[in-house]
């Protein structure tokens, strides 16, 4: 089952934060975050293996909570080069399946 | 530039032809993948390769064949596709298969089916 998404899109200013959340009626084992841009490729941001761990990206952070099976992006002090589609995954536990969320469309304007 | 290459980046074929998509790495990755993905859709799985091996078939059909001729490449052969084939085909690659590990994806071959 895909894990949904939330929002489905955001508008930012330059400078101005945002959270996109990732969540799963099934039991999430790890979490993947990539970021996709218009006609290119998605790119690995990070990947939580562990309830409770948090990790970081330059001003892109996440965390993942195993018991509310959800995780988090958080998006500090937004740039234009963070505009495109977000995308969390997560895995099917133990069939080395990776299934993509609905993705966030975040835009970030000067 | 990524480091997972595919060619051709663009291909129209008609609806009788046979075809091949081409992705190559030399990361010294030993999983492979192949993604399907519709416009404003996230990414699907078609199929996985782990040790040059197909370790997982999504229940793709069948005019979809994968080969994996070495651990650096990975093709998609085409024949007799449908309308509704026509997506932006993604080949990706990992360390192994584990999902504790980041994939890596090329740029796509965004595939039109005439």
Known sequence: ?110 | DTEVTQTPKHLVMGMTNKKSLKCEQHMGHRAMYWYKQKAKKPPELMFVYSYEKLSINESVPSRFSPECPNSSLLNLHLHALQPEDSALYLCASSQESQLNQPQHFGDGTRLSIL
């Open chain 1, 1 to 110: 089952q895909q894990p949904v998404q939330s929002p489905q899109a955001v508008i930012l200013r330059e400078g101005e934060d945002a959270v996109i959340n990732c969540s799963s009626s099934k039991a999430l084992y790890s979490v993947h975050w990539y970021r996709q841009k218009h006609g290119e490729a998605p790119v690995f941001l990070m990947i939580l293996l562990k309830g409770g761990e948090q990790k970081g990206h330059e001003k892109i952070s996440a965390s993942f909570n195993e018991k509310k099976q959800q995780s988090s992006l958080y998006l500090t002090a937004s740039q234009l080069s963070y505009s495109g589609t977000y995308f969390c995954g997560r895995d099917s536990g133990g069939y080395n399946k990776l299934i993509f969320g609905a993705g966030t469309r975040l835009a970030v304007h000067p």
